[in-house]
């Protein structure tokens, strides 16, 4: 009911860039990559090694998905070879990096639990810990843009 009011009210935008003022400096796939691995290097250094780390803009949230971990396994003669990548949307280019953290850690838990279940959640609010507040933000911020169709943050803000 507060972020319909704050919508009504045309406070949504303002209430968002008070709270994160700022979008990321993460802008290529090289970057990004980086990132990750950083993160992945902090929570989970058992956990398979990722072939591929890209911002993809073929992902959009009108197909539900915000970014995407695969498994691909390859046979190479007597070889099994799994290759792992995770896919952000690239819209995450150009927002707050809390935002950025959020869906990196979503997909990283996915190396280890494949369904969002409880484990799953835990494993999210262990690599952050304001886990929940930051889904449900940029969930507020992805209704603010299907009304406003502006996004709020740029490379140069």
Known sequence: MQVRELLEKGLLAETLLQKYPHSHSVRTDKALYGYV????????????????????????????????????????GAKLKVKREIRVASMFQEMPPEFLRMIVVHELAHIKEGEHNKAFYQLCRHMEPDYYQLEFDVRVYLTYLETAGQPLWSPSV
Do not use: C, E
Request: glycine letters at 4%; charged letters at 20%.
């Open 37 to 76: 691995a950083a993160l992945k290097g902090m929570y989970l250094r058992n956990a398979a090694q990722l072939s591929k780390v890209v911002f993809d803009n073929k992902l959009h949230i009108t197909h539900q998905a915000l970014g995407t971990h695969t498994r691909k396994s390859l046979v190479r």
